[in-house]
């Protein structure tokens, strides 16, 4: 089910910075992650940073701790992914997810079952 529109992808030189957003137009209350994951051309999907709806601590994977932060206003019901220092490495098509209560069979991350994921954006980070 797509029903996230992710914006902000292009490209960039590496050291760059990008700021992806994600309208959650499912923000529901059964809600409890959101988070952004990437795959890039000939590879499996892989998360890239959680963020917890309860209490708003966050998760990130190793490869870009410190460059990369994701927020969310809930105002505007929109999940952020800034990405700094940019690597060529980080080229790839970045999705936002989202994990509801009761649901299941979607991709695990950071202790969360993702279920619901928007179309993509891409980013290419040429060196």
């Known amino acids: 089910v797509q029903a996230q529109v992710e914006s902000g992808g292009g490209s960039v030189q590496a050291g760059g910075s990008l700021r992806l957003s994600c309208l959650a137009s499912?923000?529901?209350?059964?809600?409890?992650?959101m988070g952004w994951f990437r795959q890039a051309a000939g590879k499996e999907r892989a998360g890239v940073a959680v963020?917890?709806?309860?209490?708003?601590?966050?998760y990130y994977a190793d490869s870009v701790k410190g460059r990369f932060t994701i927020s969310q206003d809930n105002a505007k019901n929109t999940l952020y992914l800034q990405m700094n220092s940019l690597k060529s490495e980080d080229t790839a098509i970045y999705y936002c997810?989202?994990?509801?209560?009761?649901?299941?069979?979607?991709?695990?991350?950071?202790?969360?079952?993702?279920?619901?994921w928007g179309q993509g954006t891409q980013v290419t980070v040429s060196s």
């Open positions: 499912i923000y529901t209350v059964s809600t409890y992650c």
């Open positions: 963020i917890y709806i309860g209490g708003g601590s966050t």
């Open positions: 997810a989202a994990a509801r209560v009761a649901a299941s069979g979607g991709i695990w991350y950071g202790g969360c079952d993702f279920d619901l």
